[in-house]
């Protein structure tokens, strides 16, 4: 079995939200200051909330390593999910990362 790649400490904490049933929505939003509509990362967790500090870098870093899959995606928005392959092969250092992170 192939061990996970280095991560940053914020791209273990999203693996674990994200082993939990979480998801990283990536969606085109009004920005409250400028007005302006930009695309932007979000880590979402099972219940819909959204957890501060992890965004587009981590997302971008989690998808390199194929670490994450796209699960839906609309016109203004696509969901990215857990890799189903590495959910089973990768449980117990999922876990682990949690643990160190």
């Known amino acids: 079995m192939s061990e ?3 991560l940053s400490s914020l791209a273990r ?9 979480g998801e990283f ?7 409250s200051y400028t007005r302006r509509e930009q695309f932007t ?3 979402k ?8 500090g992890i965004g587009m870098s ?9 670490l994450i899959v796209p699960a ?3 016109s203004i928005s696509t969901y990215y999910r857990l890799n189903p392959s590495l ?4 449980a117990g250092e999922i876990n682990n990362c949690a643990s160190q992170g």
């Not at 904490?13 to 994200?18: E, I, P, Q, S």
């Not at 981590?58 to 194929?66: A, I, P, R």
């Open 72 to 74: 839906n995606s609309t």
């Open 13 to 21: 904490k999203a693996l674990t939200v994200l082993n939990e049933g």
């Open 58 to 66: 981590t997302m971008y870093e989690l998808k390199g390593h194929g």
């Open 45 to 52: 967790t099972v219940s819909g909330r959204t957890v501060r």
């Open 4 to 6: 996970l790649p280095a």
């Open 25 to 31: 929505r990536y969606a085109l939003e009004t920005s």
């Open 41 to 43: 990362a979000r880590l």
């Open 87 to 90: 959910r089973s092969n990768h």
